[in-house]
T-cell receptor, first 109, second 113 residues
Framework: QQPVQSPQAVILREGEDAVINCSSS?????VHWYRQKHGEAPVFLMI?????EQKGHEKISASFNEKKQQSSLYLTASQLSYSGTYFC??????????FGAGTRLTVKP | NAGVTQTPKFQVLKTGQSMTLQCAQD?????MSWYRQDPGMGLRLIHY???????DQGEVPNGYNVSRSTTEDFPLRLLSAAPSQTSVYFC????????????FGPGTRLTVL
């Protein structure tokens, strides 16, 4: 079953912050976050393993709440280069990966 | 290193035709997978492999076959193409031990008429 992402779309001004959420109804082994630019392949941002740890990547970080089977991606002080579609991918113990429908992020000057 | 390569980049088929999408990697990753992405939608897992000789079905396997005879190659076969298989197909690889996420190939854009 695919994870549910919210919101579907976000429009920001440069320097603003955003949060993208991902939730699953099934027990997870890991959560992945990817960004895809139009016409390109998805690019890996970070992975979170069960245990609730928070990872960071530049001004982008994420958390994983194992009890709630939820992950959130935090984008702070957004830049124009952050524009794209963000996908969360949830992996179970059988290495079966399911992706959410994506969140389209637009950062304007 | 080429990373993950996919051929062809574009393909047009007629309904009922068969073809093979190629995926090759030089990253020595044990895991490989195939996804399809339809307009405005996320990636849906078709088949995946955890090593040479081992494959398993994903979310949408019907109409597709895979095999994994080597670590490097993971071809996807469309048995009898249908318009519903019009999509962009991505191959991805990853290594379980390094938590680096999946590396995606550039994709194959397939149109079935």
């Amino acid at each position: 079953q695919q994870p549910v992402q919210s919101p579907q779309a976000v429009i920001l001004r440069e320097g603003e912050d955003a949060v993208i959420n991902c939730s699953s109804s099934k027990a997870l082994y890991s959560v992945h976050w990817y960004r895809q630019k139009h016409g390109e392949a998805p690019v890996f941002l970070m992975i979170l393993l069960k245990g609730g740890e928070q990872k960071g990547h530049e001004k982008i970080s994420a958390s994983f709440n194992e009890k709630k089977q939820q992950s959130s991606l935090y984008l702070t002080a957004s830049q124009l280069s952050y524009s794209g579609t963000y996908f969360c991918g949830t992996e179970n113990l059988n290495n079966d990966m399911r992706f959410g429908a994506g969140t389209r992020l637009t950062v304007k000057p | 290193n080429a990373g993950v390569t996919q051929t062809p980049k574009f393909q047009v088929l007629k309904t009922g035709q068969s073809m093979t999408l190629q995926c090759a990697q030089d990253m020595n990753h044990e895991y490989m997978s195939w996804y399809r992405q339809d307009p405005g939608m996320g990636l849906r897992l078709i088949h995946y492999s955890v090593g040479a000789g081992i494959t398993d079905q994903g979310e949408v396997p019907n109409g597709y076959n895979v095999s994994r005879s080597t670590t490097e190659d993971f071809p996807l076969r469309l048995l009898s193409a249908a318009p519903s298989q019009t999509s962009v197909y991505f191959c991805a690889t990853w290594s379980a031990g390094f938590f680096q996420g999946q590396f995606f190939g550039p994709g194959t854009r397939l149109t079935v008429l």
